[in-house]
């Protein structure tokens, strides 16, 4: 059986200083449908700011996405939005009832070197992830939309801004998306890459490209994957 050049158990461990994880959809599986809490409020905001039905504020939102990397960034390019009030309604969403995540836990402390977050949303929104599931003491650092100066990943200037916080040697460094696009510069940086396999269109988008260097299912996956003996 031919082995698959793109799997994880051949992950270089050793050769990484800095981990750099996405959140929504990677610190916790897409399947577990918790992002979807904030997309409704995603469409709810679209829906109030343009005075349309949902339905029709779905489709407008999916297209300021595509378009611009963030609903938020082409509201902000094509209707003068203010990111602020955005940013706290869509992610005030309830967490109460996710589970301190034992093994994920236990799988990241066991990294060697720095871990990271990189997030298209807010700091306030991924610490009350991270804090749910136990995990927050992990992260040297959570990057987010705000530090970024609003610009959204995959763009360059999100990623200079990153690099530029951080200090981090891309040589020694790996990141981790379920949006195979945004990993895209951090290849070009001299990161290593990871995406979490997606059937959905717009994360599916650039899988195939040469700057995704490892596929896993989701985070868990990877993270077994490198703990398993050679």
């Not at 510069?185 to 650039?206: E, F, Q, Y």
């Amino acid at each position: 059986m031919a082995i698959d050049p793109k799997s994880p158990d051949g992950f270089p461990t050793d050769q990484i200083n800095d981990w750099v994880f996405d959140l929504d959809n990677t610190i916790y599986p897409a399947k577990s449908n918790l992002f979807v809490r904030v997309a409704v409020r995603i469409t709810a905001f679209v829906a109030q700011h343009f005075k349309v039905p949902e339905d029709e504020a779905r489709v407008i939102q999916k297209d300021l996405f595509q378009r611009y990397g963030t609903t938020m960034r082409g509201l902000m390019v094509e209707r003068g939005l203010t990111p602020e009030e955005y940013l706290h309604f869509v992610h005030d969403i309830d967490v109460s009832d996710l589970p301190y995540e034992t093994e994920l836990d236990a799988m990241i402390g066991a990294l060697p070197g720095r871990k990271h977050i990189f997030t298209n949303g807010t700091v306030p929104h991924a610490e009350n992830i991270l804090n749910a599931y136990g995990i927050r003491h992990h992260f040297d650092q959570i990057f987010d939309i705000v530090g970024a100066d609003y610009v959204p990943k995959p763009e360059k200037q999100a990623f200079e801004k990153f690099m530029q916080v951080t200090s981090i040697d891309p040589a020694g460094a790996v990141m981790i998306e379920d949006m195979a696009r945004n990993l895209e510069p951090a290849h070009h940086l001299g990161m290593r890459t990871v995406w979490l396999a997606s059937d959905i269109d717009w994360a599916a988008r650039g899988a195939d490209e040469d700057y995704v260097h490892f596929v896993a299912d989701d985070l868990k996956a990877f993270l077994s994957a490198l703990a398993k003996p050679a």
